[in-house]
């Protein structure tokens, strides 16, 4: 039986496959500049993300569970922004795997994107942490913000590798999948709202997230005057948070969603060489 009627106006999980194969072969094929540019907003727009959570969560005195929620749903602008808006972020195109599952892209094409996505993202954090620390947002609430910070800079780079590495393939497990969502959805409020429970989870749950941390962890060591931030543990964790993060993009969502549903659609011609 046909399960597509259950969805109502939005698109069934066969649909968003191919939606999503489609997409991985145009974003494989967009060009350098476009990418780049792109990657650079994706960067941007995450990292005002984390400055938002940064603030909500400072002081807050809603408890642990609570502070975690609120500030999970604050962290959602930046995905929201990314999807909504229009940028390249490297995590959400882990899910370009699964044109490559079918054939229709290149090894080259894949790590081409892949690469400059990475590139434009981090240099998108940065130059949000060269502004943010110009605007001296750390002094928010007497200087509390920044602490705030500092803390969570020092909480991720004390991580070991094996930890961060987890979190970083169960986080973009949620985030691909928050995309995923968000393709199957019509119209800004169905992408919205798709976009809301799987990127706050993450963010409650304490997983790691690459790009986020190109942020998070340069803003905290710009703060850092008593050297509470290792450098070496910073590098560990974006590394190991990296590594996690193709693993929950790649195999987690877009494998297990080729495997169910595009497997076997294509002959062995059909795909581009």
């Not at 959805?185 to 989870?201: Q, V, Y």
């Amino acid at each position: 039986m046909d399960n597509d009627l259950h969805f109502g106006d939005a698109y069934p999980p066969r649909e968003i496959a191919r939606k999503v194969e489609g997409l991985g072969v145009a974003k494989a094929r967009t060009d350098s500049l476009t990418l780049l540019v792109l990657a650079v907003l994706a960067g941007a727009f995450i990292s005002l993300g984390a400055l938002f959570f940064i603030v909500v969560v400072t002081k807050s005195s809603l408890g642990f569970g609570m502070t975690r929620l609120v500030g999970g749903l604050s962290f959602c602008l930046g995905l929201i922004l990314v999807v909504v808006a229009g940028a390249e972020l490297f995590t959400g195109n882990n899910l370009i795997a699964m044109a490559w599952a079918s054939k229709l892209i290149g090894t080259r094409e894949v790590m081409r994107n892949w690469v400059l996505a990475y590139l434009g993202n981090v240099g998108g954090c940065l130059a949000t942490v060269l502004l943010v620390v110009w605007a001296d947002v750390a002094g928010l609430g007497g200087g509390a913000v920044g602490e705030a910070a500092l803390n969570i800079a020092r909480t991720k780079a004390d991580l070991s590798m094996t930890e961060a590495f987890a979190r970083g393939v169960l986080c973009n497990a949620l985030v691909c999948l928050a995309v995923w969502l968000a393709m199957g959805g019509r119209s800004m409020t169905d992408k919205i709202l798709a976009i809301l429970f799987p990127i706050t989870a993450f963010v409650a749950m304490g997983f790691e997230h690459s790009i986020a941390n190109w942020f998070f962890l340069p803003f905290g060591l710009a703060l850092d005057r008593e050297g509470a931030v290792s450098v070496v543990g910073a590098t560990r964790n974006i590394v190991a948070v990296t590594a996690g993060n193709v693993v929950g993009g790649t195999l987690l969502v877009a494998g297990v969603y080729w495997v169910a549903y595009l497997r076997g659609e294509r002959q062995p011609n059909d795909g581009a060489s």
